[in-house]
């Protein structure tokens, strides 16, 4: 049931920098199929680090008894521009040059990524759809989709996410970047270039994807007699490489500085005006334990967006509870879609 194509954009794309990419590869993924009106799409925006396979990193909410139900639902989920999973990215070849993009990659934002996801959508056939929905970084991608384009979707889902990147969350990837920028081979124009260092940008980022508590409850000593080799520094030292096996540092570069240029407001009279474009019926959903994206930003998007919904869940695992509490996403999100038809039955 889960198909994967891609879809190659042979013209020049102008990107919001002023810069642009002289042709386009999209990976993408879709699972199910589309009803007789195409009334079922649920897109999927996928976070930093993901992937368009939405099945490997948050199967508990995709598949057969699930919430999104293949024999229910058509889902489509689009691999990032810049990343390292079949889309354009710094590893792909330029046509102008004939060699990889490397440090000559252009400046990428999160318009640009919901421009290009809306070229698979035309691709398609795809008119309307009934859910949009992310997390994190794909939540940011989401809720600017619903602003640039309000009439194409009935539904917003936005999990961990804001309008506009706050400057604690821009810190924590600044200090991400100067790790991989302290490794001596980042400068150089190979695919393993920065790996050293990005294997310690992850680690940071882990910090910031987690939380206090989370780290007492899964990664404290049993014994008092423990000096060194501690679970906590096995821990750092383990994400970091795992990381380092499956992503590239330009990769973590580009899509970092992405996530950073987060401001629907950018160019539509700020933020609070360009939410109240937003027609689709919206849940902004924070997790409690968020240091990230602390839930004071979702319940700003669910004041300023026109008849949103602000839920929230409580996690000991912080931002990333949005890839481990499949239970009580589907809970609220279940209960989201239940309300919304109450709504409109009474109407």
């Avoid at 990419?21 to 993408?28: G, I, K, N």
């Avoid at 009334?39 to 680090?49: E, L, P």
């Avoid at 919901?114 to 398609?124: A, K, N, P």
């Avoid at 750092?236 to 990769?251: D, E, I, P, T, V």
């Amino acid at each position: 049931m889960v198909t994967n194509k891609v879809y190659h954009y042979k013209k020049r794309f102008e990107l919001e920098s002023g810069e642009y990419l002289s042709e386009l590869q999209l990976f993408y993924t879709t699972y199910g199929k589309l009803n007789e009106d195409r009334s079922n799409v649920i897109w999927v925006c996928h976070a930093f680090s993901g992937n368009s396979d939405f099945t490997e990193w948050w199967g508990g909410l995709f598949g057969e008894g699930r919430l999104y139900d293949p024999e229910k639902h058509f889902v489509v989920c689009v691999n990032m521009p810049g990343g390292c999973y079949g889309s354009t990215g710094p590893l792909s070849e330029n046509p102008e040059t004939g060699k990889p993009y490397y440090h000559d990659f252009p400046l990428l934002t999160n318009k640009d990524m919901v421009r290009s996801y809306d070229l698979v959508r035309r691709h398609l056939g795809i008119d309307r759809i009934h859910t949009v929905i992310g997390c994190s970084m794909g939540g940011q991608q989401a809720i600017e989709w619903a602003v640039m384009d309000p009439d194409r979707f009935d539904h917003l889902v936005a999990i961990g996410a804001n309008a506009k990147h706050s400057p604690w969350a821009i810190a924590f990837n600044e200090t991400q970047r100067m790790a991989i920028e302290a490794d001596q081979t980042w400068k150089e124009d190979r695919d393993d270039a920065g790996l050293g260092g990005m294997k310690a940008a992850r680690a940071v980022g882990l910090l910031s994807y987690r939380n206090y508590v989370c780290y007492e409850i899964k990664q404290h000593e049993t014994s008092d007699e423990v000096f060194d080799n501690f679970k906590a520094s096995s821990y750092q030292q383990y994400q970091g490489l795992k990381m380092q096996k499956r992503f590239n540092a330009f990769s973590y570069w580009v899509i970092s500085k992405a996530m950073d240029t987060q401001n629907v407001g950018r160019n539509r009279g700020g933020v609070i005006n360009a939410l109240k474009r937003i027609k689709a019926r919206s849940l902004f959903l924070g997790i409690d334990n968020d240091i990230l994206f602390p839930v004071t930003e979702q319940k700003f998007l669910a004041r300023h967006v026109p008849d949103a919904v602000f839920d929230e869940i409580d996690s000991y695992y912080g931002h990333d509870g949005f890839l481990l509490e499949f239970e009580k996403l589907t809970e609220a999100i279940g209960r989201f879609y239940e309300e919304t038809q109450a709504k409109k039955r009474s109407a």
